[in-house]
């Protein structure tokens, strides 16, 4: 059963914002956010942070943080000015921890009936059990490249799923 609630984004950082290479046709900006009292530098395409906002703001798709910056989102709001978004945790967590954390909301998402878009360039499933399962279940699965992080034909893709609705 699955509702007529928009599909629930879950949004990775490093690797899909926050990229050495983000394209999108114009230069990166770059800026800081902290966690756990230190600095990091970001690189990202500000369109990609346009149409995610725009997305997110028109109720297209509802993104959560799904990322090891989840304890430090609010520094993600603050340098890309995005409305505070729903943590899917909260735990200051990496490594084994972060993955499963990852995999275990995702699968929240979908056992709550809603359709889910998952954006993770190390986490998301290319193939087997869990990848069948998701997607069974309704979610949209995109792992960009590390490099290049989420690319215009990426946010297509998001868009014309949140606009199918069965």
């Known amino acids: 059963m699955t509702t007529t609630l928009p599909p629930v984004w879950h949004l990775d950082v490093d690797g899909v914002i926050n990229v050495s290479r983000p394209g999108w046709g114009a230069a990166p900006r770059t800026g800081y956010a902290y966690a756990a009292g230190r600095g990091w530098k970001m690189r990202w395409a500000p369109a990609l942070i346009t149409r995610i906002r725009d997305l997110h703001k028109a109720g297209t798709v509802e993104v959560r943080w799904c990322t090891t910056w ?24 990496n490594g084994d921890a972060a993955s499963l954390a990852k995999l275990a909301a995702a699968r929240q998402v979908i056992a709550e009936g809603r359709r889910l878009i998952w954006t993770d360039d190390t986490e998301v499933p290319r193939w087997g059990e869990v990848h069948d399962e998701l997607v069974f279940g309704g979610a949209l699965l995109i792992r960009p490249r590390g490099s290049i992080g989420l690319q215009p034909e990426h946010l297509d893709q998001i868009e014309a799923f949140a606009w199918d609705v069965e």
């Open 70 to 93: 989840c304890a430090y989102a609010d520094q993600l709001e603050r340098l890309w000015a995005l409305p505070p978004l729903v943590r899917a945790f909260t735990e200051d967590i």
